[in-house]
């Protein structure tokens, strides 16, 4: 699995002109599933996403994590982070299919949530208009092939 993880002071996701997702302050995660994920990795990725450390403490040091500052999550699937670009016409064929991206997503929207966290998400598979606004900026990309 991979997550594009962008510290936000907002961010919002709208389908056919209707806001379905919608957080203040915390992280915008566009997360990517490949073919041969897992249910072990969606739960590492979501206990690395929720406890990363990368809002400012009374220092200005990146000290706290989401609890810490009563962050909140938008989830958006996005299945172009697993492009193939060697061409000019990206491939998809790492990306996983529904039938597993789906469930995958859903458990890592479920973990975070079970930590506690306010999820928003964006609806899979839908065209989205995805807005945010981008905090320091601060944007970590995480695999779980590197975790």
């Keep these: 699995m991979r997550a594009v993880?962008?510290?936000v002071t907002s961010a919002s996701v709208v389908i056919d002109g209707e806001t379905v997702g919608k957080i203040g302050n915390g992280f915008l995660v566009l997360l990517g599933v490949r073919t041969?994920?897992?249910q072990a990795q969606a739960k590492r990725l979501a206990d690395k996403?929720?406890?990363?450390?990368?809002?400012e403490d009374e220092n200005g040091k990146m000290n706290r994590n989401l609890a810490s500052v009563g962050g909140e999550l938008l989830i958006v699937s996005?299945?172009?982070l697993y492009?193939?670009?060697?061409?000019?016409?990206?491939?998809?064929t790492r990306a996983a299919r529904p039938?597993?991206?789906v469930p995958l997503y859903e458990l890592f929207i479920e973990e975070c949530r079970g930590?506690?966290?306010?999820?928003e998400t964006g609806r899979?598979?839908?065209v989205m208009q995805v807005s945010s606004v981008n905090d320091g900026p601060v944007t970590l990309i995480l695999d779980t092939d590197e975790l």
């Design 5 to 7: 993880v962008t510290r």
């Design 36 to 38: 041969d994920d897992t």
């Design 49 to 55: 996403v929720c406890g990363l450390r990368v809002f």
């Design 78 to 80: 996005q299945f172009t």
């Design 83 to 92: 492009a193939d670009c060697r061409s000019r016409r990206p491939g998809f």
């Design 99 to 101: 039938e597993t991206a």
């Design 115 to 119: 930590r506690g966290f306010h999820t």
């Design 124 to 126: 899979f598979g839908a």
